[in-house]
């Protein structure tokens, strides 16, 4: 026992591998989500709600369970811009026809926006939706992993490429401005990196344990 | 030759396996008192182990219902949206499945244990039993407590356990 109590290998194997369990999921969650664009005060012509041409455009590749997450607002005054989500081969093809008010007109794909209140269950203070639009102050909250439906308030994987829009309007006679904010993160490595650091710790500790116990029985046996 | 061969393989596993158990009876006294400190360390490791399996299993309901709550808060928060907290709410489920099941996994992992340090235990007390030089009394109550440990072990292997539900 007292030779337990001593050992220094021990101690060092226990507290190496006890320092892996407890930071894997501090290390996983810095590892959450990985920021992927952030536009600040990005302007974009008025022109963007008439023609595909003029929309700000940010391309992003859903992978097999993969989420993406937008954070999209808009703050100036007289402003509304809208946001929609396609898929990159009917932008591409939307993108060349450039019919007048196709931005507009056509219809995206669903997304999850979360409008979390204290007052109401989780369940009933979100929608799935294929457009938002922003007015001054607004904030939106978005989640999107390639697909989705309004009945149930539903989205799902699909992966893919996809591209997502902003297009919008000044309310104002003389600007033409159309100021929005997005950010875009996508889900980070955190489970695995979670996994390799507790795996790891738990090895390290096994394997301690393992040495120990041979040299114990070493020790045993010589004294006999 | 080869006749001759395999009836010398016999006599040496036959002339093995009796080497094994005079060696069991011939333990002296420091190695035997060994064994049984080294057998209830064993099992007290296992014992306590498989009492906390017990206990993470007893009490994954309430750590289920105290998840669930506090993934609501996050969501009402604001820290993530409706699809990470239902994907949170999935794992809490499979999370809280697991700390139930882990029980009849590590609670028999743990029965092996306890098992195999009071066999070290009693082969302690046969040994004791054996020994010539000690006192009879203190023998026979050596081989009575190797007797009672086999047959608690006895009863742990073949039962399945004991459920008490109170209504």
């Known amino acids: ?19 892996f369990i407890i930071f894997a999921p501090m290390v996983g969650g810095l590892f959450e989500t990985l920021q992927v664009k952030k536009d600040k005060d990005r302007t974009i012509s008025e022109e963007s709600s008439v023609s ?119 309310s104002f006679a003389n600007n033409t401005n159309v100021t929005f ?44 | 030759m080869a006749k001759k061969q395999e009836e010398v393989k016999k006599t040496v596993k036959k002339e093995d396996a009796r080497q094994f158990w005079d060696r069991v009876l011939e333990i002296d006294h420091k190695k035997a008192t060994k064994m049984i400190i080294g057998g209830m360390i064993i099992a007290i490791i296992f014992g306590t182990a498989a009492l906390i399996s017990d206990s993470i299993a007893g009490n994954a309901s309430d750590w289920e219902n105290y998840q669930l709550h506090e993934n ?26 697991w700390m139930r099941f882990q029980e009849a996994i590590f609670e028999n992992i743990a029965r092996i244990g306890v098992n195999a340090g009071l066999i070290a235990v009693m082969i302690g007390f046969i040994s004791y039993s054996a020994e010539k030089e000690l006192d009879p009394k203190k023998r026979l109550l050596s081989f009575i407590l190797a007797a009672l440990i086999i047959t608690i072990v006895m009863f742990t292997s073949l039962t399945t356990g004991v459920t008490v539900s109170i209504g």
Do not use: H
């Open chain 1, 1 to 19: 026992m007292f030779y337990l109590v001593k050992n220094k290998l021990l101690k060092i194997g226990v507290v190496i591998g006890l320092i």
């Open chain 1, 52 to 170: 595909f041409r003029e929309v700000a455009a940010y391309e992003i590749t859903v992978k097999r369970n993969q989420k993406y997450i937008i954070k999209f607002s808009v703050y100036s005054i007289n402003v509304s811009a809208s946001l929609k989500i396609f898929g990159k081969g009917f932008f591409d093809s939307e993108f060349q026809k450039n019919a007048t008010n196709a931005p507009q007109t056509v219809t995206g794909k669903y997304f999850l926006v979360s409008q979390p209140s204290w007052a109401y269950d989780p369940s009933s203070t979100e929608d799935s939706l294929t457009v938002v639009t922003c007015d001054q102050d607004d904030f939106y909250y978005i989640e999107f992993m390639g697909d989705g439906q309004s009945v149930n308030d539903l989205i799902w994987n699909e992966p893919g490429d996809y591209v997502i829009t902003v297009y919008g309007t000044n």
């Open chain 1, 181 to 224: 904010n997005i950010e875009i993160f996508k889900s980070g490595p955190s489970e695995v990196i979670k996994k390799i650091f507790s795996y790891t710790g738990w090895a390290i500790i096994i394997i301690t344990c393992l040495v120990i116990s041979i040299k114990i029985s070493k020790k045993w046996r010589d004294t006999d």
């Open chain 2, 72 to 97: 609501d808060l996050g969501y009402w928060r604001g820290e993530y949206g409706y699809q990470e907290f239902l994907e949170r709410d999935r794992e809490i489920y499979a999370k809280a499945d």
